[in-house]
């Protein structure tokens, strides 16, 4: 297994910039796992991933907390969820995300909560809230596809 990446990211923008990176690579299949506490900022970096997968500027990428899942279409459609409301495994079978992993790049917040709802094969990051307001970011690959953006990513960053 490839070792984890961690990044900083000082502010939203940077934030943004990350995911956007990481969006850029992204293709139908790809799963990526986000963590972390409730204003960590997995939202913010969702919205850097639908630039990166070509989502269109004026189109409003918010959490899905009660919509549950949105999808936005682009270079390869963006599907993000958010199992935070969820309380039951046996409602993850209503949102379709089955259906989403083999036709579009999925991103879900909470994955940790409901970890089985996903392919074993994903990216997973964590984000802490650092002591001064910036984040913290782990990127720990599942498997090789995922170490392979892990790879793209250190590579962008020298």
Known sequence: ??????????????????GERLGRALVAGDVIALSGPLGAGKT?????LARGTGVPAGRHVASPTFALVNEHPGRVPLVHADLYRIADPRELDELGLSDAFDRA??????????????????????????????????????????ATLVAALRDQIG
Do not use: C, K, N, S
């Open 44 to 48: 913010t970096f969702v919205q850097g």
């Open 1 to 18: 297994m490839a070792e984890p990446l961690t990044m900083i990211a000082p502010t939203a923008a940077a934030m943004q910039e990350i």
């Open 105 to 146: 790049a999925v991103a879900i917040e909470w994955l940790d909560r409901f970890p089985d709802a996903a392919p074993p094969e994903r990216l997973e990051i964590a984000i802490a809230i650092a002591d001064d307001g910036g984040r913290r970011l782990t990127l720990r690959p599942r498997g090789e596809r995922a």
